[in-house]
């Protein structure tokens, strides 16, 4: 064990395929938290669709997430712009910051420019 890293598990249902906690235990769980930033995976963005999932389960967690904390960070690599899963759970200009790979696409740079959208 790291002696200064805490583990925290949100219980619920653990998704193999995800690692992932989800389920209504795992949502009271987070709801009992104050998050200051959140590093937030997708396998969907569009900036016609905003943040897309498409385990439908896995959806309400991810809302929740982004309801709590304070800042967002979108955590993508270039392969996932312009795709679209089947649930939303988040609209592109509700985040602070997108954190991208070297291949980024020049219409979401301008999209991310023109709503103050950081870019990592």
């Known amino acids: 064990m790291i002696p ?27 709801a009992t938290l104050n998050v200051d930033k959140a590093f937030i995976g997708a396998s969907a963005a569009s900036i016609e669709k905003g943040i897309t999932h498409p385990v439908l389960e896995e959806v309400p967690l991810n809302r929740l997430m982004m309801d709590i904390a304070r800042e967002k960070y979108l955590v993508v690599d270039s392969s996932k712009f312009g795709l679209v899963a089947f649930g939303q759970f988040a609209r592109l200009e509700e985040f602070t910051g997108f ?6 696409p020049e219409e979401m740079r301008a999209y991310a420019e023109a709503h103050d959208i950081k870019i990592i």
């Open 99 to 104: 954190i991208v790979d070297d291949d980024f």
């Open 4 to 30: 200064y890293i805490n583990l925290v598990m949100p219980g619920g249902v653990l998704r193999r395929t995800s690692y992932e906690f989800c389920g209504s235990h795992a949502e009271h769980f987070l």
